[in-house]
């Protein structure tokens, strides 16, 4: 942090990329950086004597990040595609309908664009959660952040220590544990009578569903190939089952 005549020396688009910054890391909550991010940007505002509007005491997120584009434009920059995608135009307040009672265990995905994805296609399709557990990147990454669209600012999301807690609590709360898999001998997605609540499990990109959890499940479906490919990524698999969910007779 500057000393106060230190900062106040600077140019103003030097003053201007700083306030930028900070707004980056508290825009896109990342980590401990937080709390001294806020301290510093009040402490400057403070010294520029900067007006209510151009102050954090009561914004909200959108306003923020219109903040953010304000000091970027005076710094001569223009802006970061991170922050931009926390904010997308034409975000309903509230959703088109209720959502339906199907959850989504996302276990040891490597990518956290699948992540993301999969959290995005979960507003999109009005499920009513994302359980994350093993190696699956959280909903403060980056990249998750920039696949998810901001749905992970209302989507519920629920890290657990083991799989197998979060499905040994939705089997016992009546919900059928769903295997998204690949399979020949596993029934097409298009003949299944779906069950009234249901865990859908999801596996890793290059391994699948891990054994153990495919022995959990009570109902398993695979999408058919109609190519050469024997499987598709797995964000791209959960919209499409998470579509047939939400349009279930």
């Known amino acids: 942090m500057y000393t106060e005549p230190k900062f106040l020396a600077m140019k103003d688009k030097s003053k201007a990329k700083r306030m930028a910054e900070l707004l980056r890391v508290i ?14 940007f009040e402490t400057y505002a403070g010294w520029m004597k900067l007006p209510e509007g151009e102050r954090l ?40 309908e209720k959502p339906i009672p199907f959850a989504v265990l996302v276990h040891n995905l490597r990518s956290a664009f699948n992540v993301g994805s ?30 998810a669209r901001g749905c992970q600012e209302w989507i519920p999301i629920k890290r657990w220590e083991s799989p197998m807690d979060c499905i040994k609590w939705h089997r016992e ?37 891990a054994p153990e959890l495919m022995e959990q499940a009570t109902l ?7 190519g050469r490919k024997a499987s598709m990524n797995v964000a791209g698999a959960f919209a499409i089952m998470a579509f047939c969910l939400r349009n279930r007779n």
């Open 27 to 40: 825009i896109l909550q990342l980590g401990d950086d937080v709390p001294r991010a806020r301290r510093e």
């Open 57 to 96: 005491v009561g914004k909200n997120q959108a306003q923020m990040i219109d903040l953010y584009k304000t000091f970027r434009t005076r710094a001569g920059l223009g802006f970061e595609r991170d922050v931009y995608l926390e904010q997308e135009p034409g975000d309903r307040e509230t959703p088109n």
């Open 118 to 147: 999969i959290i995005r296609s979960t507003d999109c399709f009005g499920l009513e959660g994302v359980h994350l557990s093993g190696y699956s990147c959280g909903p403060d990454h980056v990249t998750v952040k920039s696949a």
């Open 173 to 209: 709360n009546g919900y059928e544990i769903i295997a998204l898999e690949t399979g020949e001998d596993i029934p097409s997605i298009t003949e299944v009578n779906w069950p009234e609540k249901g865990l859908i499990i999801l596996g890793n990109e290059e391994l699948g569903i």
């Open 220 to 226: 398993k479906v695979t999408i058919p190939m109609a």
